[in-house]
C-alpha cells in the first residue's frame, strides 16, 4: 500500500517560527514563504500545489486565486479580520475560512485601558513638551480614572475585559450592549444602562462594537451633544464608529475634553481633522499589535489548520458548522434554514436575549442538532456583530449569559421536520418555524402563531397590523410609486379582523423613507425591512 501523502501548507505572510514548526511537528508539509502574500502572480502560479494557505492581512484571497487553488482545503487567518478573502467563493468551492477571534482580546483591551490613561493626563503631549526641554509642569493638569465613571459601549469579549480591568481600577462602570444580560452585567460588577444614560453619565467612554448599520456613527453628533461636559473618549474598536467632524466641533469647543483613537474612518489615515489637536491622542491601528498576541494566533491558526487537515476537526470556522462531510449533504438546506430563522429573529430584536429555545420536528430530530443550534445562534447574533460565526456563536452567547434549550419531537403536523425557534427577552417571547420543502429550499411556515408559506429572499419586508382592509393595496401602491419590485408576497391572519402579518419577497433594498411612508399611515403596527444571506 502507498503511503499517503501528508498535507501541504503554504504560509504566506510572516508567521512565527514557533507557528511554523506546529506544522512540522503534526506532520504537516510547510512552505514559509512570507514575502509571496504581496506577490499575486507567483502565488497565482503555486498555490494548487496546497491543501492549505496561512495568511495575515497582507496576501489578498481572491476568486482568481481561489480559481487556481485546485487542491486547497482551507485558509486560516491569523487574526480576526478576513477581509482580505472572498469567503462567498471560497464557500462555494468548498473551502474552509478560519480566523483566530480571541487570540488578541487582552492586548486591545489593554490599550483601550492604555489609551484611557493618556488621554487622561495628557501623556503624548507632556512627553514630548518634555523632551523639547520646556518642563511644563503647570500646563499639563490631568485628571484620575479613580471613582469616575466609564462608558463601555458593546460589552462582548474585548468590552467585557475593559470592564474587568476598570473596575480593578475602582471605576464606576456602566455598560450598553443589547444582548447584555443581568447576569453577565453582574458578574462583570458593571452597571447595566440604555444609550442615553450611558451618555449622560460617563466621564469616559470607550466603545468595543462591531461596524454595522446599527452602529455606524453610533457616536453622532446629536449623540456626542447628550454626553457630560469634560467627557473623554476612547475606540480602539472600528472606525467609523464615531462622526469624526462633529468629534472634532466637540473637541475645539471643549464640550468634549479629549480623545484617544486608534481607528479611524479611512485608513490609513495619512491625514485627519483631528491630527494635531492638543487634546487628541492619535495610534494607528495598534489595538493588537503586541509580540503575545501576534504570537498567540499564529500559533492558533497553525494548530487549528493541522486539526482539520489531519483530523477533520473544525474550529473557528466563518463558513462551515463542524458537520461530517456525510452530514453535510444532508444538512445543508437545514443549517441555512436554522440561520435564516435566527436572523429574521435577531434582526427584529433590540433589548438583551434571554433564552433561546429550539424545537426540532420529524426527520430534523435526528440530525446534528449541535451545528444546528449553532447556525441559529449565529444567525441570532450577527444582526449585532457580523463577527460571529458558527462556531464561536455559543462561546458568544454564553459570555452573554443567553441560556440555549433543544428539545426534540416526533413528526408532529403536516411536514416531515420543521424547526420552531423562541427567543425570550424580558419584554416578550418571539416565535417563528421554517421548513425546507423536497426542492430544497427553506421556508417560513409560522410567525406569531400564524401559518403561512414564505419563500426566503435578499431582500424582504416585514410587517403587522389588524387585519382591515386595504393593507395589500397600500404596500403594493407603495412599493410601485418608490420603484420596488416584488417578487413574492405573502400574507397570514390569526383570525377576520385579528392580528394579521404580511412578508414581502422584494428585488432590492427598501429606502428607509419607503418604511416611513408606511409608518406614517397609521395602518401598521410594524415595518421592519429584513436582510439575509441566500447564497
Known amino acids: 500500500m502507498a503511503p499517503q501523502t501528508k498535507p501541504r501548507v503554504l504560509v504566506s505572510d510572516a508567521l512565527s ?3 511554523v514548526q506546529i506544522f512540522r511537528d503534526r506532520g504537516v508539509e510547510v512552505d514559509y514563504l512570507p514575502a509571496l502574500g504581496k506577490d499575486k502572480e507567483k502565488l497565482l502560479e503555486i498555490i494548487g500545489q496546497y491543501d492549505g494557505l496561512a495568511i495575515r492581512s497582507a496576501t489578498k484571497v481572491t476568486d482568481k486565486i481561489l480559481a487556481a487553488a485546485t487542491n486547497l482545503k482551507v485558509i486560516g487567518r491569523a487574526g480576526i479580520g478576513v477581509d482580505n478573502v472572498d469567503i462567498p467563493e471560497a464557500s462555494k468551492k468548498g473551502i474552509i475560512v478560519m480566523n483566530t477571534p480571541f487570540g488578541n482580546s487582552i492586548t486591545t483591551a489593554e490599550h483601550a485601558i492604555a489609551m484611557m490613561f493618556a488621554v487622561a493626563r495628557q501623556i503624548p503631549e507632556a512627553n514630548a513638551s518634555t523632551h523639547e526641554g520646556k518642563w511644563e509642569k503647570s500646563k499639563f493638569m490631568g485628571v484620575e480614572l479613580f471613582n469616575k465613571t466609564l462608558g463601555v459601549i458593546g460589552a462582548g469579549n474585548i468590552g467585557g475585559i475593559v ?3 476598570a473596575v480593578g481600577l475602582k471605576m464606576k462602570v456602566v455598560a450598553y450592549d443589547p444582548f447584555l444580560s443581568d447576569e453577565r452585567a453582574k458578574q462583570l460588577g458593571v452597571t447595566k444602562v440604555e444609550l442615553d444614560e450611558l451618555l449622560a453619565r460617563a466621564d469616559f467612554i470607550t466603545l468595543h462594537v462591531p461596524m454595522t448599520d446599527k452602529t455606524r456613527n453610533i457616536l453622532s453628533r446629536e449623540n456626542l451633544a447628550k454626553t457630560k461636559k469634560g467627557v473623554r473618549i476612547i475606540n480602539c474598536a472600528r472606525g467609523g464608529l464615531i462622526d469624526e467632524d462633529a468629534l472634532v466641533e466637540a473637541l475645539n469647543s471643549g464640550h468634549v475634553a479629549g480623545a484617544a483613537l486608534d481607528v479611524f474612518a479611512v485608513e490609513p489615515a495619512k491625514e485627519s ?4 489637536l492638543p487634546n487628541v491622542v492619535c495610534t494607528p491601528h495598534l489595538g493588537a499589535s503586541t509580540t503575545e498576541a501576534q504570537e ?12 482539520y487537515l489531519l483530523t477533520g476537526a473544525v474550529s473557528n470556522a466563518l463558513n462551515m458548522p463542524s458537520v461530517t462531510a456525510e452530514e453535510a449533504a444532508v444538512m445543508g438546506p437545514w443549517i441555512k434554514l436554522a440561520g435564516h430563522l435566527g436572523n429574521f429573529a435577531g434582526q427584529m430584536t433590540d433589548e438583551p436575549i434571554r433564552a433561546i429555545n429550539v424545537l426540532y420536528d420529524g426527520v430534523v430530530s435526528d440530525m446534528n442538532l449541535k451545528a444546528l ?3 441559529v445562534i449565529a444567525g441570532i447574533l450577527k444582526s449585532a456583530n457580523p463577527d460571529v460565526n458558527l462556531v ?3 462561546i458568544v452567547a454564553k459570555e452573554r449569559g443567553i441560556k440555549v434549550s433543544t428539545t426534540t419531537q416526533d413528526k408532529a403536523g403536516a411536514f416531515d421536520g420543521y424547526i420552531k425557534l423562541t427567543i425570550v ?3 416578550r417571547e418571539r416565535s417563528l418555524a421554517g421548513t425546507v420543502f423536497s426542492d430544497g429550499k427553506p421556508r417560513f411556515i409560522q410567525i406569531k402563531g400564524i401559518n403561512i408559506d414564505a419563500e426566503i429572499g435578499e431582500h424582504m419586508l416585514y410587517t403587522t397590523n389588524e387585519d382591515v382592509p386595504g393593507i395589500i393595496g397600500l404596500l403594493g401602491m407603495t412599493m410601485g410609486k418608490n420603484g420596488v419590485n416584488i417578487a413574492n408576497f405573502t400574507l397570514g391572519r390569526s383570525a377576520a379582523g385579528q392580528d394579521a402579518i404580511a412578508l414581502l419577497y422584494l428585488d432590492q433594498a427598501i429606502d ?3 418604511v416611513e411612508t408606511l409608518e406614517s399611515t397609521g395602518m401598521f403596527q410594524q415595518v421592519h425591512p429584513l436582510k439575509f444571506e441566500v447564497a
Open 17 to 19: 517560527e514557533t507557528a
Open 373 to 375: 443550534d449553532c447556525a
Open 425 to 427: 427577552t424580558d419584554k
Open 296 to 307: 498567540n494566533v499564529a500559533l492558533q491558526v497553525a494548530e487549528q489548520m493541522s486539526d
Open 273 to 276: 481633522p483631528l491630527f494635531n
Open 512 to 514: 428607509p423613507k419607503v
Open 163 to 165: 470592564c474587568d480591568r
Open 392 to 394: 464561536s456563536a455559543p
